[in-house]
């Protein structure tokens, strides 16, 4: 049974770089083919994809946001951690882990999600 | 960039079909899949490469792509279908592109 979780703080200021994890189980990030992605929805509006890591540790990001995201993998731990650079209020949202199956590319599991916000 | 656009909003009567339409720059040539997502929870996968179904996802979700549209075909609609609906394709210049919603209300 393959399940995600992220992680994260539920605050962050202006300005700051946010760190989210997502633990992952029932998979392995050694697999071909196998990936794992960051999506965030702000409240209300639609889903948008941010980036990706493969298994062989190529990386893909989205080009609006390419100069602020920054992804690992540590394969050990079965962990996915995405660092966003100079959040801005605008970046509130729920940002969401999901696994990519190695023969496709859908997104067929995805964690709960972990909503972050700003503090004034 | 691709991009997918979606009608915002389709309302359906119960037991009736619901189409909820994609569309973009020749999307025909592209796999589309398809997530519900309910009020308050995670989006799910009900349709990958076109029109496959996942494992646990009800027979009356199906799926088509052509030309410049995607559409996805809620059979015999039933009140737990009312959900946001999104798109997505794969792109070679960005792996996810997600369209831009679509509330599917049962009346």
């Known amino acids: 049974q393959i399940t995600l979780k992220e992680s994260g703080p539920p605050l962050v200021k202006p300005t700051q770089t946010l760190t989210l994890t997502c633990t992952f189980s029932?998979?392995?990030?050694?697999?071909?083919?196998?990936?794992v992605g960051w999506i965030r929805q702000p409240p209300g509006k639609a889903l948008e994809w941010l980036a990706l890591i493969y298994w062989d540790d190529d990386k893909r990001y989205s080009p609006s946001l390419k100069s602020r995201l920054t992804i690992t993998k540590d394969t050990s731990k079965n962990q996915v951690v995405l660092t966003m650079t100079n959040m801005d209020p605008v970046d509130t949202a729920t940002y969401y882990c999901?696994?990519?199956?190695?023969?496709?590319?859908?997104?067929?599991?995805w964690g709960q999600g972990t909503l972050v916000t700003f503090s004034s | 960039s691709y991009e997918l656009t979606q009608p915002p909003s389709v309302s359906v009567s119960p037991g009736q079909t619901a189409n909820v339409t994609c569309s973009g720059d020749k999307l025909g040539d592209k796999y589309v899949s398809w997530y519900q997502q309910r009020p308050g929870h995670s989006p799910v996968l009900v349709i990958y490469e076109d029109s496959k179904r996942p494992s646990g996802i009800p027979a009356r979700f199906s799926g088509s792509n052509s030309g410049n549209t995607a559409t996805l075909t809620i059979s015999g609609t039933q009140a737990m279908d009312e959900a946001d609906y999104y798109c997505q394709a794969w792109d070679s210049s960005i792996p996810y592109v997600f369209g831009t919603g679509t509330k599917v209300t049962v009346l």
């Open positions: 999901a696994h990519k199956d190695s023969s496709g590319y859908f997104l067929d599991y």
């Open positions: 029932g998979f392995s990030l050694s697999t071909s083919g196998v990936a």
